[in-house]
């Protein structure tokens, strides 16, 4: 499992999946950790983390600007219960979204300062494609098809007291129709535009760490199907 925290990904896993430690910056075992986020830095990597230990980690980094942190990787022996517990840190909220491909382009929005993908929360008792499907069209005035699934994607966020958990199903779509294409401003969209792979390359500098993560799995999932 992967979770974006303020855009920095934590990742739980277990012992079998890792394969090579030089891959991180700073590994250490959890009775090193005496929560200190100073030993926080680059790709960290922490084994035998039991429940407080996950605990203390989801309030540093929800609570502290750690300079020069990429990512922190869990490995415990126990990944299931601690997924559940994780989860049960949070509100759970579902929601889909798209990565709409035209022609060798990918259809971008601009929200909030940031280059973004479609996507929302899922509504009533709508399938997660039918909700995914919604959104799209809803924030980019098109008509898509949903093809493939591509990824599942987890962030937390704050609203008013409550801590958020958003789970996000990513599916690949094909744009029937953009001929009356256009943001929807009252989700904060200020533009919509399609991007060959160049100019989404680029954007991806200002993007965030899921999105990016998602449009590395649409590329390999594109790569897969053309081989």
């Not at 986020?37 to 960290?44: L, T």
């Not at 599942?152 to 958020?164: A, L, Q």
Request: proline residues 2%; positive net charge; glycine residues 6%.
């Amino acid at each position: 499992m992967r979770i974006y925290i303020k855009d920095t990904p934590l990742r739980i896993k277990r012992p079998e999946q890792i394969k090579d430690q030089s891959l991180f910056d700073e590994v250490l075992q959890e009775d090193d950790l005496l929560i200190n986020e100073r030993k926080f830095r680059g790709n960290m990597l922490i084994f035998n983390a039991n429940r407080d230990t996950i605990k203390s980690i989801l309030f540093i980094l929800h609570n502290k600007k750690i300079k020069g942190l990429e990512s922190v990787t869990v490995v415990t022996p126990h990944y299931d219960e601690a997924v559940e517990y994780i989860k049960s840190k949070f509100k759970i909220i579902n929601a889909g979204g798209g990565v709409v491909y035209k022609s060798g382009k990918i259809l971008m929005i601009h929200r909030l300062g940031k280059w973004d993908l479609p996507k929302g929360k899922i509504e009533g008792k709508e399938s997660v494609l039918e909700g995914s499907k919604r959104e799209v069209e809803e924030e980019c005035n098109v008509k898509v098809e949903v093809l493939d699934k591509i990824c599942t994607t987890w962030h937390t966020y704050t609203k008013g007291e409550k801590s958020i958990l958003k789970k996000t199903v990513w599916y690949q779509m094909e744009c029937l129709d953009d001929s009356e294409m256009k943001p929807q401003l009252d989700e904060g969209i200020d533009e919509v535009r399609w991007m060959s792979k160049k100019e989404v390359d680029v954007a991806q500098f200002n993007a965030y760490s899921s999105i990016q993560h998602v449009y590395k799995k649409f590329k390999k999932h594109l790569l897969a199907h053309k081989s």
